[in-house]
């Protein structure tokens, strides 16, 4: 207990401005920034968030994931009661949260055309098409092609930068480049070549 108490409390920011000290502000809540208790820390903080929970919910770190099935209305409605229990969770724990940054997303094959008009914390979460998690783009209608338009994206950046650095270095070089830089952002699309803006296919 000791030791928690001196990894949570008794720290300051110390704020400057070219080079001089401005002030020195006394931290009164949070976990500090890079410290190895602080994951493990927060992650005991919120062991309990899947309490009464109906539906799925998955953790990362601060990512926090809710889905189910939605076949009728009861299904919509049981989501929305899941959502409730996480509001009144946040306010328990003093947890702030913004649902504003939230998003709402139906993943189907056919087109869904009514509202979903989920709502955390008396705020409605805004709907999308797409949504970015853990690494990857998903789109509401299950294609791939933002995330594979972006893992080319990034591929080209990084060819491009590796093609002016090692302009004059030997082939060898080269090669190991692409490999430990290039490829690492192809992986994040599919296994067939991609066929990118230039006319080529990169695998």
Known sequence: MLMLGSTCFGHHNVHHLDLRMIRIVRVTSGVPQGTLLGPLLFLAYVTDIWRNMESTIRLFADD???????????DRG???????S???WAVENAMKMNPSKSKAICFARASVNDPLNYSLMGTLIPEAISCKYLGMILRSDLSWADQVNCAVKNAWKALYFNMRILKKHISNTKRLAYISICVRFLKMGPHAGIRTGRDKYVR
């Open 64 to 74: 926090c994931v809710i889905y189910r099935k939605i076949i009728n209305n009861e």
């Open 78 to 84: 049981k989501l929305q009661k899941n959502l409730f």
């Open 86 to 88: 996480l509001g009144e």
